[in-house]
């Protein structure tokens, strides 16, 4: 668990080297995994600036969260992918 201080965290930086790789690379599709609560950081902004970038980068973002234990793995795990 972190402070949950998104891009103010170098941890939460991170993103903008995915993005990076994504763009140099430009695959046809790419998945991306997250915390579940990504969508409502800080009032939704920085899930929103996420999609803006990828949109940008022209991608057509479809997201869902899922979690483990509905594929019959035993820890609650919901994650953003």
Known sequence: MGRRMG????????????????????????LMENVEGLPSHDGGRTFETMLELFDRAGYDVQWTVLDARDFALPPKRPRLL
């Open 7 to 30: 891009f103010n965290d170098v941890r939460g930086t991170l993103f903008y080297e995915f993005l990076r790789v994504v763009r140099e690379t430009m695959p046809k599709a790419f």
